[in-house]
């Protein structure tokens, strides 16, 4: 199973960009780079999500690195309210559901 | 629009008691799950319904049973549950067939189950 890993945490000044990596080593040709995050006392929310080329949203960009085995999320000026958990995900066409693994994500800090 | 709601939004149950979770998507999406978060851990896929039928079961146990009776709810039964089964239970819903590789979720905000 093609599977994710993430630093536990990370902590930023708001204001400043912010860069969150994730190492998908095994990753397969088909496997989609989705990203989503978990704000306290709140379900996931999409963030974004990517193949192979960079993606930019209102949210924030993707950037993927040309042998995909890594990619990091963007934000590009934190604030208080990105002080969330953001999970890092892999998706494959057709994946049977129980190789859908949210990891522990990284839980991002944002000092005022 | 509201998205996702999950009804109730906090639950206590004793081990005997039987209740339900209530989803509804207003998004006119196509698949709908119900996941598991527990304290400090990561979310669980528990199960999968695209347009009304039960795709993948992730080895959950008997005494959860889902229901989804249309495409914009889904509902999931809970009886004789045991206090680990204490829990953030997550809806959520997308667009695409489930397992699309473009599919995005959108999430409820959760039921958070305390059994005692």
């Known amino acids: 199973d093609a599977k994710t890993t993430q630093p536990n945490s990370m902590e930023s000044n708001e204001e400043e960009p912010v860069h969150l990596p994730c190492n998908h080593s095994t990753i397969s040709g088909t496997d989609y780079i989705h990203w989503y995050r978990q704000l306290p006392s709140q379900g996931p929310e999409y963030v974004i999500h990517g193949l192979t080329s960079n993606v930019n949203n209102r949210m924030a960009s993707l950037a993927i690195a040309e042998d995909r085995k890594s990619s990091t999320l963007i934000l590009h000026r934190a604030t208080l309210r990105d002080a969330a958990v953001y999970y890092c995900i892999l998706r494959d066409w057709g994946t049977s559901y129980d190789k859908v693994i949210f990891g522990p994500g990284t839980s991002l800090s944002v000092i005022p | 629009e509201t998205g996702v709601t999950q009804t109730p939004r906090h639950l206590v149950m004793g081990m005997t008691n039987k209740k339900s979770l209530k989803c509804e998507q207003h998004l006119g999406h196509n698949a709908m799950y119900w996941y598991k978060q527990s304290a400090k851990k990561p979310l669980e896929l528990m199960f999968v319904y695209n347009f009304k039928e039960q795709t993948e079961n992730n080895s959950v146990p008997s005494r959860f049973s889902p229901e989804c009776p249309n495409s914009s709810h889904l509902f999931l039964h809970l009886h004789t549950l045991q206090p680990e089964d204490s829990a953030l239970y997550l809806c959520?819903?997308?667009?695409?067939?489930?397992?699309?590789?473009?599919?995005?979720?959108?999430f409820g905000p959760g039921t958070r189950l305390l059994v005692l």
């Open positions: 959520a819903s997308s667009q695409e067939p489930a397992g699309g590789p473009g599919e995005t979720q959108y």
